[in-house]
């Protein structure tokens, strides 16, 4: 997920660069969309790795 981000952020750059302004904005976009579900992921199952069942 975090390299799905990664790469649609490295696409808004280039089309930033290039001129593109609404393919760079939603490809940023999406690319934020990306790194929240990650980290949100990411947090569950940190929290899901701590329970130990006695």
Known sequence: MLS???????IALIAA?????GVAG???WI???L???FLILFVISLIAGRRVVS
């Open 4 to 10: 799905w981000a990664l790469t649609f952020l490295v």
């Open 17 to 21: 660069v290039l001129g593109f302004t």
């Open 26 to 28: 939603t490809a940023a």
């Open 31 to 33: 690319a934020k969309v």
């Open 35 to 37: 790194f929240v579900v």
